[in-house]
């Protein structure tokens, strides 16, 4: 499999023989070959290195590493110096106990999407919910607080937006899920800070929606070209705003559904956007472009 991969992108056997030249950055998945965190990252750390020669020779690569090798890979990256690590899936659950020590706020999500390798020790963070309350206020004026919310979806990317929704105070949350069951172990384990909140079925939602609820498609439907919208967007109530996380493609069902019904609208492009300005600004303790990353990642997609 290895030799159908692009040039920067590094298997477990390539990752014990690479040698950083500078100050290493980079995203490890299983697959990762897709992943667009490359180019997102050169963007900014141009920019950066624009203002500041100090980051001229940082460098931000992909690995591609099967679940079973995430600790030695783990290892490898603390021995040869790398600074810090992007996790995608399936390795953001897997790496909990890899940790030395863990951010509160990916305490409560259960899962770290950033790696900062400070000397001997590796923290753990977490930037997606960082990327949605940004990406959110973004495209629709205002973020996650204040907001009745309505969680589409119950693995971990709900999760994590669940943990960030009362974080960030949100007025109500509802999680929808085909497995009923799964929506109400997320509600059950933030039972303590979670005030109005509750476990609903998918063909719920229109009924228990209240008007003007933000609608967030955390659920995998939409990623395949025949899947259906995860509910019926024709029945909500007036007012919602529908966000995607998926960002490919950039119009599921979800989405069209709510376009046509007038509804404000926004993929997930600005989520990954958000929560790599904050990776970025962890490793780097500077002030990083969101638009730079916006523009590479757009133009990644257009090569497809
Ligand atoms: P992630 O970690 O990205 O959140 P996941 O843990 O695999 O991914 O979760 C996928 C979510 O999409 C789940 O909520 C799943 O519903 P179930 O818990 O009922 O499996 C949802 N999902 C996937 N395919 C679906 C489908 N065909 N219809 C409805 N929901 C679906």
């Known amino acids: 499999m290895s030799e159908n991969l692009p040039d920067d992108v590094f298997t477990l056997d390539a990752l014990r023989d690479f040698t950083p030249v500078g100050v290493q950055l980079g995203v490890v998945g299983w697959p990762v070959r897709h992943s667009i965190s490359p180019p997102m990252h050169r963007a900014a750390l141009k920019v950066l290195s624009t203002a500041s020669p100090r980051f001229s020779d940082w460098r931000y690569d992909a690995f591609e590493l099967q679940p079973e090798d995430l600790a030695e890979g783990v290892e490898l990256f603390r021995k040869k110096g790398f600074r810090g690590i992007n996790l995608t899936v399936p390795h953001k659950v897997e790496v909990l106990p890899l940790l030395d020590e863990i951010d509160?706020?990916?305490?409560?999500?259960?899962?770290?999407?950033?790696?900062?390798?400070?000397?001997?020790?590796?923290?753990?963070?977490?930037?997606d919910g960082y990327g949605l309350e940004n990406a959110v206020k973004e495209a629709f004026g205002q973020g996650l607080t204040g907001r009745d919310i309505v969680i589409l979806g119950a693995g971990g990317a709900s999760r994590a937006a669940v943990a960030q929704?009362?974080?960030?105070?949100?007025?109500?949350?509802?999680?929808?899920?085909?497995?009923?069951?799964?929506?109400?172990?997320?509600?059950?384990?933030?039972?303590?800070?979670?005030?109005?909140?509750?476990?609903?079925?998918?063909?719920?939602?229109?009924?228990?929606?209240?008007?003007?609820?933000?609608?967030?498609?955390?659920?995998?439907?939409?990623?395949?070209?025949?899947?259906?919208?995860?509910?019926?967007?024709?029945?909500?109530?007036?007012?919602?705003?529908?966000?995607?996380?998926?960002?490919?493609?950039?119009?599921?069902?979800?989405?069209?559904?709510?376009?046509?019904?007038?509804?404000?609208?926004?993929?997930?492009?600005?989520?990954?956007?958000?929560?790599?300005?904050?990776?970025?600004?962890?490793?780097?303790?500077?002030?990083?472009?969101?638009?730079?990353?916006?523009?590479?990642?757009?133009?990644?997609?257009?090569?497809?």
């Open 104 to 127: 509160p706020v990916a305490a409560k999500m259960g899962a770290v999407n950033t790696l900062f390798f400070k000397g001997s020790r590796l923290e753990g963070y977490n930037t």
């Open 165 to 304: 929704c009362i974080h960030s105070s949100a007025k109500s949350i509802l999680v929808a899920n085909r497995t009923l069951d799964k929506a109400q172990a997320i509600i059950d384990s933030q039972a303590d800070e979670l005030g109005r909140g509750s476990a609903i079925s998918m063909e719920e939602v229109p009924a228990a929606a209240a008007p003007g609820s933000l609608i967030i498609n955390a659920t995998s439907l939409g990623l395949s070209q025949n899947d259906p919208s995860p509910i019926s967007v024709d029945e909500l109530p007036e007012g919602c705003l529908l966000y995607d996380m998926i960002y490919n493609p950039a119009r599921t069902p979800f989405l069209e559904a709510g376009l046509l019904r007038g509804y404000p609208i926004a993929n997930g492009l600005g989520m990954l956007v958000h929560q790599g300005v904050r990776s970025l600004e962890i490793w780097t303790d500077e002030k990083v472009s969101a638009q730079a990353m916006r523009i590479a990642c757009e133009q990644a997609l257009a090569a497809r």
